[in-house]
């Protein structure tokens, strides 16, 4: 599926997570099958005030505080969603999968395919990712590539508030399990979002600036990061265009192969660690369905290869940054 982004024509604005809140009041409202199940969800409506609201409108039977447990809360929507219910659970950071991993990967993944397509479960987890933020080691790491390299799952990671609330909808009515992965840098980000429920379908990735001498493919907060690269390197005379994928799994492979077969060189970009991420599955799907319309080898930018370190001053020389976009790119298009 081919998807450019177009001008969204509304003047209203709102952040990222006030996008992921609507998103989810309007889906229960309508829908009353979806409950919301977490650490913290319900009182205080999330660290990130993602379920803001949500108690004091919908009562204590569709939004429920749980007790520590990833584990616990994952089984819980494993079940209710085979039972014909649609939850919504938070795991508050994506770091804490591996607590539940066993759930993820040989339950919630696997259900599905070993009862013959007669088990459904529509279920949506959320998680927060991303570093930047001062939390360390054990709350910044973004791990989606672990997730997109499990079948059954889809994968979802928003840089906009438009998509944030377009792909929650989606993944909220999905058949089956999807991890709506939330940069915390993005949170705050404030752009147009049109009051009315609408879709963004998963699969579909979006060119958010045009280009003809490069093309940039960013996740999640790494998109605002290239898009201040290509208008930075723009004064230098290279046009730089930016693919967002939105959604990793399914991934849109086919824009990404359109652009660069428009501008023959592709930097593929994400914060998690370079090696084994995201950027080489797709370096590589270049270079087997698009080979001949490359004038320079496919390259990456990603995190070095250590955990995210606590050091204010440290952190931020581990985080990838427009500076070293422009960087590269400027390698890429000179090579």
């Known amino acids: 599926m081919t998807t450019v982004t177009t001008e969204v024509t509304t003047d209203r604005e709102i952040s990222y997570r006030e996008a992921i809140n609507e998103a989810i009041h309007q889906e229960m409202t309508s829908d009353d099958s979806v409950f919301v199940a977490g650490i913290d969800l319900a009182k205080q409506g999330d660290v990130f005030g ?11 039977k569709r939004i429920m505080d749980t007790p520590i447990s990833e584990n616990a809360i994952t089984g819980l929507a494993i079940g209710a969603a085979t039972q014909g219910l649609r939850p919504v659970i938070s795991l508050m950071f994506i770091d804490f999968i591996g607590v539940c991993f066993d759930q993820i990967i040989n339950q919630m993944a696997k259900m ?19 570093a930047g933020t001062g939390m360390a080691a054990q709350h910044s790491q973004s791990l989606e590539a672990l997730l997109c390299h499990i079948p059954g799952l889809k994968v979802v990671m928003p840089s906009t508030a ?15 399990p999807v991890f709506m992965i939330m940069h915390k840098r993005c949170s705050r980000l404030r752009g147009p979002v049109p009051e009315e429920s609408y879709t963004v379908p998963l699969g579909s990735a979006a060119v958010v600036r045009e280009g003809t001498d490069a093309t940039i493919v960013a996740t999640a907060y790494m998109v605002h990061e290239a898009l201040a690269a290509a208008e930075t390197l723009a004064g230098e005379g290279i046009s730089v265009e930016v ?33 084994g991420g995201i950027g080489g599955e797709i370096n590589a799907q270049i270079a087997e369905h698009a080979f001949d319309h490359l004038d320079a080898p496919p390259m990456r930018i990603g995190a070095p290869f250590s955990p995210v370190p606590y050091s204010p001053v440290l952190e931020k020389e581990w985080v990838v940054n427009s500076d070293q976009i422009i960087e590269q790119t400027r390698r890429l298009v000179s090579g």
């Open 50 to 60: 993602i379920t803001q609201g949500v108690l004091t409108k919908f009562g204590p």
């Open 112 to 130: 599905k395919y070993m009862f013959g397509g007669k088990a459904r479960l529509p279920l949506t987890v959320l998680v927060n990712a991303g």
């Open 162 to 176: 438009y998509d944030a609330k377009g792909l929650m909808v989606t993944s909220m009515r999905e058949d089956n």
């Open 243 to 275: 693919v967002d994928p939105r959604s990793l799994q399914p991934l849109d492979t086919e824009t990404v192969l359109e652009s660069v077969r428009k501008t023959h060189r592709v930097l593929t970009v994400h914060e998690a660690v370079e090696f």
